[in-house]
């Protein structure tokens, strides 16, 4: 899953960003509401995090223009403005959960899992495909419960192709799923992450589930072939 962190002081950004990465997450950051916007343009986001008191506006301007603009990706607020009014504002404005400053990475994680949850957002927190179980929130997969040794990209592709079993999944939609755009992404590298995971798919006997359609991308099929 991707996300979007709109925080304009760096350091704390980086330590955000970096421990959602530990977590499962592909993380971009913003320093301000035109760069988030610059992003948005380029990218899907699963969640924001948004400050509100950016350098080139208030945030809280920021999110009701985007709500009426119809973008619904899901935003939490992370702010040092904690007054009850405050709060009230930012769910008034669109906000789908608000936490005030200072804040544990664990918890800014835990809010996200919830928001993803929702219904309309994003599937439950166990997903089933076949003998393939996969726990979003721990990241960890198993078949038949045998647990699955996973890269945290080879996570998050098992994720992607569980969501959308039966369709085909494009090599664009994988990449922006699994890197953000700080990331090195070599030409073989969607390759080598699929290739793995398959081998390891068959290694728990799932010989077939992980088609490579040429040319567009891949799928997960229910069954096997």
């Known amino acids: 899953m991707r996300l979007l962190i709109i925080e304009d002081n760096e350091r704390l950004a980086s330590l955000i960003a970096n421990g959602l990465v530990r977590q499962g997450y592909a993380c971009d950051t913003a320093a301000s509401l035109e760069g988030a916007d610059d992003c948005i343009g ?17 945030g809280l301007d920021w999110l009701a223009r985007a709500r009426r603009a119809g973008r619904m990706v899901p935003a939490l607020i992370l702010t040092a403005r904690g007054a009850l009014g405050d709060r009230i504002a930012g769910l008034d404005a669109g906000a789908d959960d608000y936490l005030v400053k200072p804040a544990e990475v ?11 949850r929702r219904p309309g957002n994003r599937a439950p927190t166990v997903m089933t ?38 369709s085909v999944v494009q090599r664009g939609a994988i990449e922006e799923a699994l ?46 072939s």
Not at 43 to 58: F, K, R, S, T
Not at 108 to 115: G, V, Y
Not at 136 to 160: F, H, K, P, Q
């Open 179 to 224: 890197y953000s755009f700080n990331d090195p992404v070599t030409p073989n590298a969607i390759e080598a992450v699929v290739s793995r995971l398959r081998r390891k798919l068959e290694e728990c006997g799932q010989t077939g589930r992980l088609h490579t359609v040429r040319g567009v991308g891949y799928m997960l099929t229910g069954s096997q």
């Open 42 to 58: 380029a990218a899907d986001y699963d969640a924001v995090i948004l400050d509100l008191g950016m350098p080139d506006g208030d």
């Open 106 to 116: 664990d918890e800014i994680a835990a809010r996200l899992r919830a928001l993803l």
């Open 129 to 166: 495909s076949g003998a393939i179980v996969f726990d979003t929130a721990s990241r960890m997969g198993t078949i038949d419960g045998t647990a699955l040794d996973l890269s945290r990209r080879e996570a998050d592709l098992l994720e992607l192709l569980m969501r959308r079993e039966g």
